[in-house]
């Protein structure tokens, strides 16, 4: 089972400088927009929490009659806003991660390449 693996493995040929210079580039932009996608659902995920703190403040401005009647839909949806900066705090956290991540690898890639190219290789046969 190891010898099949390992031999999948072996088929696969390790690109070239000017196969990895031409990836690079995609691979940054797609950095970029896991930036920007990040960037949008913190300002959106914000936006709906401010929403939800200023629906139950809101609600302390009514009368106390009416504040007794919906009650129970004001704790819910204090329960929805602890839930909902727990669940954007978890997914900004995993989002950043996939960011980190793809730096990182983008820098690994970027060290040989820069390598090659001060002694002159732009490609594996070089």
Known sequence: MASSHASTISI?????????????????????????????????????????????????SFPEERQRQHKHLIYSMARLLVEMIACREKNEKDLQKVIEESISMEKACMKPIEQLMENGETSKNS
């Open 12 to 60: 696969i040929e390790v690109p070239t400088v000017d196969e990895v210079l031409w990836f690079l580039p995609m691979a940054q932009r797609k950095t970029q927009e896991n930036i920007d996608t990040l960037a949008k659902f913190i300002a959106s995920a914000l936006l709906e929490e401010e929403d939800s703190r200023s629906t139950i403040v809101l609600h302390r």
